[in-house]
Structure formats: C-alpha cells, structure tokens
C-alpha cells in the first residue's frame, strides 16, 4: 500500500470541474512531480491532499487511515515563497509546531535534526 494515496478525487468551484477522478499513490522514497499549465487544479490539488479543501468525491489516505479534511497531517510549500522573512529558517519550519501550541524551546529542538537530514546543517 502506499504511504499517501489520493483515490478517484473530485473538486469544483462554481460550476467548474477542477479535478475529475484523480487518483495518485506515493511510496516510501518516491519522489513525485506535478507539472501542469496554471488553473490545472495543481494547488488544488495539494489543498485536498493536506486538509484545507474537502472533495466532491473521493479520499484521502495516509499510511492507510483516512485523513480527507483533516488538516494537520500534510503540509506543502508553494513555489512561491511565502515564509516570513524576518523570521529565521529554523523559527519558519517550527511555525507548524508553535501553531499547535508547542513551547518555542521544545519546537526548535523538534525540528534540528531535520536540517542535517535535508543537507542544512550549519543553517
């Protein structure tokens, strides 16, 4: 089974068919691109996957529980930088944690050990 699967997702607004029966299956260390023309429903996409829209039709699975419109399990970065840039990398990647309540100390020190393991030690 694959860790993130999309199946037979649907999504409009206003009458406009954004997505139709879209299904997609990530595993483990997969690396997956989406590329498409502007309007193609790539956010939208992405908004269904981490929770922020719910679909028409369709589902969403994350290590094979349902997380349809349950925010907090996925997360992505648009292309567009929209991190607060008077704030530091390492305050940035905690947002999520802090968001959620965590005590500032405890939230950096959650995040550390993934910049070594995204090639950002040092950062």
């Known amino acids: 089974m ?4 999309v199946s037979h997702v649907s999504k409009s607004y206003d009458g406009a068919q ?5 299904s997609i299956a ?3 260390q997969e690396i997956v ?6 309007g193609g429903g790539k956010t ?7 929770g922020l829209e719910l679909p028409e039709k369709g589902n ?6 349902e997380i349809t419109w349950k925010p907090g399990n996925v997360s992505y970065m648009l292309q567009k930088d929209l991190l607060l840039p008077y704030r530091t990398i390492e305050y940035n990647v905690a947002l999520p944690l802090l968001i959620q309540g965590e005590k500032k100390k ?3 020190a959650k995040v550390q050990p993934y ?3 995204f090639g950002l030690a040092g950062t």
Do not use: K
């Not at 694959?2 to 699967?5: G, Y």
């Not at 939208?44 to 981490?50: A, D, K, P, R």
């Open 60 to 65: 969403v699975y994350l290590d094979e529980i």
């Open 33 to 38: 691109s989406l590329l498409g023309v502007s």
């Open 44 to 50: 939208t996409l992405f908004n269904v996957i981490s």
């Open 18 to 22: 954004i997505l139709e029966d879209i």
């Open 2 to 5: 694959a860790e993130l699967q």
């Open 115 to 117: 910049f070594a393991e």
């Open 106 to 108: 405890n939230a950096r």
């Open 26 to 28: 990530v595993h483990s």
